[in-house]
């Protein structure tokens, strides 16, 4: 184990570009595959312009929480990893996530279907993206404003949010 972990810089741009790659990837695959894929053209436009709309907001306003919240922390104890996500879990979800919007439509037990799996992975590329690219920036102003570097805590999960500790920015 590294002495230092991976700062929450580093985890947004390369967690965000592997769940942005593997987006993209479905994406194109879908629509190279798939006809079914890109019906509903305008409605999936709409959709991810959406998406995109609400990244741009609130992305910026929960890491500048997180970023609020964050607390202190030493390297002492060797218990501290920066929680990074293992590589292949977004791509996984961008599959699982598709398939629980496709299967339901091609065993005739739903209305959606492929054009609502492109939807999803080209959400996932959106979140990738903002992960990577914008995100990245708001937590790079925070310690260059504030003389820190971040590092993911422990309790850090998707679906509740990112804990956060800081070091003094002389240890980058």
């Known amino acids: 184990m590294p002495s230092t972990p991976p700062t929450y810089r ?17 994406s194109v695959l879908l629509l190279a595959l798939v006809a079914e894929a890109s019906e509903r053209a305008a409605s999936t436009a709409i959709q991810i312009v959406f998406v995109a709309v ?12 997180w970023l609020g919240e964050a607390q202190p922390v030493t390297t002492s104890g060797g218990q501290l990893t920066g929680q990074p996500t293992a590589l292949w879990k977004p791509p996984l979800v961008v599959v ?3 398939a629980l919007f496709v299967a339901p439509g091609e065993l005739g037990i739903g209305a959606v279907g492929w054009d609502a ?3 999803i992975t080209l959400g ?17 102003a925070d ?20 804990k956060l500790g800081f070091f003094p920015n002389e240890r980058a």
């Open 10 to 26: 580093e985890r947004l741009r390369l967690e965000g570009a592997v769940l942005a790659a593997a987006g993209g990837l479905a």
């Open 124 to 140: 996932c590329l959106l979140v990738g993206l903002a992960q990577a690219l914008l995100i990245e920036r708001v937590v790079a």
């Open 54 to 65: 609400v990244l741009a907001v609130a992305g910026p306003i929960f890491v500048r929480r």
């Open 143 to 162: 310690e260059a404003r504030n003389g820190r570097s971040y590092v993911r805590l422990p309790g850090s999960r998707a679906t509740s949010g990112t």
């Open 96 to 98: 699982v996530l598709t």
């Open 117 to 119: 799996g492109l939807r």
